[in-house]
């Protein structure tokens, strides 16, 4: 497992991150199960947000509830979490980047994590009504209570980043963004840009955002790496959809000696962004699978051929 320090903090992290999303349902000895598959393979560093599970905040509680973690068990793990996001009960949510809602949701993730310090708060989704000098706010008042040490965002443009910048004075260390080899805009349009009438050019994304991370010195955390499009389901195995990029992962797994997910992992560790892969499977032996690809080293030839066998198009 690769380790490696985060950009803007003192903290060493696993370039796997175990996302804790999907653990509402499981049993105590299931989620022990899961984190210490994922801690046998090397992986420190755990996600979660305040809306999983449904009713806000019930995945962590459940996470601290199976673990019953000691405070020396805890400063071994980093624990990530993310607020921002409100359900309104009715189908539907908004997003609150208010000091109150802010600093109230990380109190309450404090909380259900049975913990005194969350190490690093994401923004979860954009708020288009976001006032920074609000969110300043509320990330001066968690670390100078030593509530939060560091901070971040998920699914920000550049602008976005920028904006929040004009008043926030902790570095903004991580951007939590969709990649995967299937579903990798962030990096395709690069590959073809100002290509005319073709659609891998356009730019989604306000411009260059996985340069402008790597520029800023901010982690890029690679949300569905599996996933073949926006909750389409997983590209591996699916020999109907991608029959070409299962073939050429069959291949590098067989080659590496790993499980075919780990390449979609090496895939994306490969890149010299240092980015993180945040893994959603509840699975003990799949995420064990997946961890495997942390520092297998592609070769630029195959990281291409996977690019093309994903049908992405190199000019």
């Known amino acids: 497992m690769k380790i490696f320090t985060l950009p803007g903090t003192d903290?060493?992290?696993?370039n796997v991150v175990a996302g804790m999303m999907r653990i509402t349902d499981k049993t105590d000895q299931e989620i022990r199960d899961?984190?210490?598959?994922?801690?046998?393979?090397?992986?420190?560093?755990?996600?979660?947000?305040?809306?999983?599970?449904?009713?806000?905040?019930?995945?962590?509680?459940?996470?601290?509830?199976?673990?019953?973690?000691?405070?020396?068990?805890?400063?071994?793990?980093?624990?990530q979490t993310k607020a921002g996001i409100v359900p309104t009960g009715e189908g539907w949510a908004y997003f609150d980047f208010s000091a109150a809602h802010l600093v109230e949701a990380a109190e309450a993730s404090l909380k259900a994590l049975r913990t005194d310090?969350?190490?690093?708060?994401?923004?979860?989704?954009?708020?288009?009504?976001?006032?920074?000098?609000?969110?300043?706010?509320?990330?001066?008042?968690?670390?100078?209570?030593?509530?939060?040490?560091?901070?971040?965002?998920?699914?920000?443009?550049?602008?976005?980043?920028d904006l929040l910048k004009t008043s926030v004075r902790q570095p903004l260390v991580a951007n939590q963004l969709q990649l995967s080899i299937t579903h990798a805009p962030l990096v395709a349009q690069?590959?073809?840009?100002?290509?005319?009438?073709?659609?891998?050019?356009?730019?989604?994304?306000?411009?260059?955002?996985?340069?402008?991370?790597?520029?800023?010195?901010?982690?890029?955390?690679?949300?569905?790496?599996?996933?073949?499009?926006?909750?389409?389901?997983?590209?591996?195995?699916?020999?109907?959809?991608?029959?070409?990029l299962n073939e050429v992962i069959d291949r590098l797994a067989a080659k590496y000696g790993i499980?075919?997910?780990?390449?979609?992992?090496?895939?994306?560790?490969?890149?010299?962004?240092?980015?993180?892969?945040?893994?959603g499977t509840s699975t003990p032996a799949r995420l064990a699978g997946a961890a495997q690809g942390s520092d297998v080293p592609l070769t630029k030839r195959e990281w291409y051929e996977l690019t093309l066998a994903a049908g992405h198009i190199t000019p």
């Open 11 to 14: 903290l060493r992290v696993s």
């Open 34 to 79: 899961l984190v210490g598959a994922a801690r046998d393979a090397g992986v420190n560093f755990f996600d979660h947000a305040d809306v999983y599970g449904g009713v806000l905040h019930t995945c962590e509680r459940r996470f601290a509830e199976a673990l019953n973690w000691s405070s020396a068990e805890r400063e071994q793990v980093i624990l």
């Open 190 to 244: 690069g590959l073809a840009a100002n290509m005319a009438a073709l659609d891998q050019s356009i730019v989604r994304d306000g411009g260059g955002l996985l340069d402008y991370c790597r520029a800023q010195a901010i982690t890029v955390q690679a949300w569905s790496p599996l996933q073949r499009g926006f909750f389409d389901g997983t590209f591996l195995g699916d020999r109907q959809r991608e029959p070409k």
């Open 117 to 161: 310090y969350i190490d690093i708060l994401l923004l979860h989704r954009p708020d288009a009504l976001v006032e920074p000098d609000e969110v300043a706010a509320a990330f001066d008042q968690l670390q100078d209570a030593g509530k939060v040490r560091h901070f971040g965002v998920s699914n920000h443009t550049p602008r976005q980043i």
């Open 259 to 279: 499980d075919p997910i780990g390449i979609a992992t090496a895939w994306i560790t490969r890149h010299p962004a240092q980015m993180q892969v945040v893994l």
